[in-house]
């Protein structure tokens, strides 16, 4: 089975700074990585998503990812980030396209 | 991408009560899912909704307490049974299909709140 562990249940950014959310998974065999953002009152909305070529993915709203195979993880970048960025961030993996693992879930807060 | 609807968007039962939750898919889905999410929580898959035939269940959730029909690739229902007030929950259903790349695309969501 696979697993999915967001470290940081919180993160507080500054309106224009940098932001990376961790996500690091466990897998036996190869896996599709994703991340979903939930805004305020609203389902999941998909970001991006790794599923073979490239390991940097570019996803929307100006955020990015980078799949590593050898430390297990796909964290979640941006390089300034704006208030509307304020949400919950969910990273998730699957091995065989049906089954979806997700992690606990980053709460983004985006400080004026 | 696929575009999901989910009817009621939210809602207020009295215990005891049973709420059946519409999910409608914009194009044939070979593969929807239903989610729970209690607060401040992430997803948890209640069951895999098949065509034609009975649901998938995962382990802590069973068909007397979460019925679900599927009567065709576009539309499925969750029926949440006699409620409790363990029950309020953000219930979501997902879509997937061999046109979607091996991605889940989610519906906006039910609010379920019980009393």
């Known amino acids: 089975a696979q697993s999915v562990t967001q470290l940081d249940s919180q993160v507080p950014v500054f309106e224009e700074a940098p932001v990376e959310l961790r996500c690091n998974y466990s897998s036996s065999v190869s896996v599709y990585l994703f991340w979903y953002v939930q805004y305020p009152n609203q389902g999941l909305q998909l970001l991006l998503k790794?599923?073979?070529?490239?390991?940097l993915v570019k996803g929307i709203n100006g955020f990015e990812a980078e799949f590593n195979k050898s430390q297990t993880s796909f964290h979640l970048r941006k390089p300034s980030v704006h208030i509307s960025d304020t949400a919950e961030y969910f990273c998730?993996?699957?091995?065989?396209?049906?089954?979806?693992?997700f992690g606990t879930g980053t709460s983004l807060t985006v400080i004026p | 991408s696929a575009v999901i609807s989910q009817k009621p968007s939210r809602d207020i039962c009295q215990r005891g009560t049973s709420l059946t939750i519409q999910c409608q898919v914009d194009?044939?889905?070979?593969?929807m899912f239903w989610y729970r999410q209690q607060p401040g929580q992430s997803l948890t898959l209640i069951a895999t909704?098949?065509?034609?035939?009975?649901?998938?269940?995962e382990s802590g959730f069973v068909i007397d307490k979460f019925p679900i029909s599927r009567p065709n690739l576009t539309f499925s229902t969750l029926t949440v049974s006699n409620m409790s007030p363990e029950d309020s929950s953000i219930y979501l259903c997902?879509?997937?299909?061999?046109?979607?790349?091996?991605?889940?695309?989610f519906g906006p969501g039910t609010r379920l709140l019980v009393l």
């Open positions: 790794y599923l073979s070529g490239s390991t």
């Open positions: 998730a993996v699957s091995a065989t396209g049906n089954q979806f693992y």
């Open positions: 194009s044939q889905v070979t593969m």
């Open positions: 909704a098949n065509q034609g035939s009975e649901a998938t269940y």
């Open positions: 997902s879509g997937m299909g061999q046109d979607y790349q091996e991605t889940q695309y």
